[in-house]
């Protein structure tokens, strides 16, 4: 079972309300950072409550973070719940959760893996538009939001990470149908991100390969992907749209 550790009476009618998947790190964590910022609320759906995001919560009292078991249906549904018997309204639903891990890294856990990422790439984002479609139709801003992170690999796959890229397309193709499904109230759109920010264990000769690769050789940085963001939240006129963010590696 999830559980939250903020109190929701303090919540305002009028302040806007956004969901974040995967929170603890990365790109969630500076998505948290940076909207709290700005004056929203932020609902984080994480592992564990520790280390940034634990400070970040001392920092903001807005910051409401639900621990959840991503894996598991029970503790979604009973996030789900908590979300929907707290909240009046929601205003942004940012899918951000992500497994990156090569294919010849789980010949002996093939199955387990493959339904790892169905469940976090897929699964969940599927759930949440679903459930929570109608508390974004109540959004305080103009309309609700829900952006899904894909991947410049959903439209022109890597063999080493073939699972990966499969479930990322899927993502990518869920965000046009509940593009469809929740007009006009909600816009649903994905970004595709390319070297934004190079994980720990990316040696300095794959970085520089990478690199070689992009149009614009040099790390993005999250601050690319929040520009990104919130281009697509202050454009009422997109919905059903793909946002490379990519450096121009995409084309290379």
Same mark, same amino acid.
């Given at each position: *079972?999830?559980? !939250?550790?903020?109190?929701?009476? !303090? /919540?305002?009618?009028?302040?806007? /309300?956004?969901?974040?998947?995967?929170?603890?790190?990365?790109?969630?964590?500076?998505?948290?950072?940076?909207?709290?910022?700005?004056?929203?609320?932020?609902?984080?759906?994480?592992?564990?409550?520790?280390?940034?995001?634990?400070?970040?919560?001392?920092?903001? !009292?807005?910051? %409401?973070?639900?621990?959840?078991?991503?894996?598991?249906?029970?503790?979604?549904?009973?996030?789900?719940?908590?979300?929907?018997?707290?909240?009046?309204?929601?205003?942004?639903?940012?899918?951000?959760?992500?497994?990156? &891990?090569? %294919?010849?890294?789980?010949?002996?856990?093939?199955?387990?893996?493959? %339904?790892?990422?169905?469940?976090?790439?897929?699964?969940?984002?599927?759930?949440?538009?679903?459930?929570?479609?109608?508390?974004?139709?109540?959004?305080?801003?103009? !309309?609700?939001?829900?952006?899904?992170?894909?991947?410049?690999?959903?439209?022109?796959?890597?063999?080493?990470?073939?699972?990966?890229?499969?479930?990322?397309?899927?993502?990518?193709?869920? *965000?046009?149908?509940?593009?469809?499904?929740?007009?006009?109230?909600?816009?649903?759109?994905?970004?595709?991100?390319?070297?934004?920010?190079?994980?720990?264990?990316?040696?300095?000769?794959?970085?520089?390969?990478?690199?070689?690769?992009?149009?614009?050789?040099?790390?993005?940085?999250?601050?690319?992907? &929040?520009?990104?963001?919130?281009?697509?939240?202050?454009?009422?006129?997109?919905?059903?749209?793909?946002?490379?963010? %990519?450096?121009?590696?995409?084309?290379?």
């Amino acid at each position: *079972m999830p559980y !939250s550790l903020a109190a929701t009476s !303090s /919540v305002s009618s009028e302040q806007p /309300v956004a969901f974040i998947t995967g929170a603890g790190r990365r790109l969630g964590l500076h998505m948290s950072r940076a909207l709290l910022a700005q004056g929203w609320r932020v609902i984080v759906l994480t592992r564990t409550r520790e280390g940034e995001l634990a400070e970040l919560a001392e920092e903001y !009292s807005a910051l %409401d973070i639900v621990v959840c078991n991503a894996l598991s249906d029970s503790s979604v549904n009973a996030a789900i719940e908590y979300v929907q018997e707290n909240y009046q309204h929601l205003d942004f639903l940012l899918h951000n959760a992500s497994i990156y &891990e090569r %294919d010849n890294a789980h010949e002996a856990d093939f199955s387990e893996f493959y %339904d790892a990422l169905y469940q976090i790439h897929m699964k969940l984002p599927a759930a949440l538009n679903r459930a929570l479609g109608p508390l974004l139709e109540k959004s305080v801003r103009p !309309s609700g939001n829900i952006i899904h992170i894909t991947d410049i690999y959903a439209s022109n796959p890597n063999q080493e990470y073939a699972l990966y890229c499969s479930t990322k397309a899927g993502l990518e193709n869920l *965000m046009l149908s509940f593009a469809k499904r929740l007009a006009p109230k909600v816009r649903v759109n994905a970004i595709q991100p390319g070297p934004i920010k190079f994980l720990p264990e990316h040696s300095n000769n794959e970085q520089a390969q990478v690199l070689s690769e992009t149009l614009l050789p040099i790390e993005g940085g999250f601050e690319a992907i &929040e520009k990104g963001i919130e281009a697509i939240l202050t454009n009422e006129y997109i919905t059903a749209s793909v946002l490379k963010i %990519d450096g121009g590696r995409s084309v290379t």
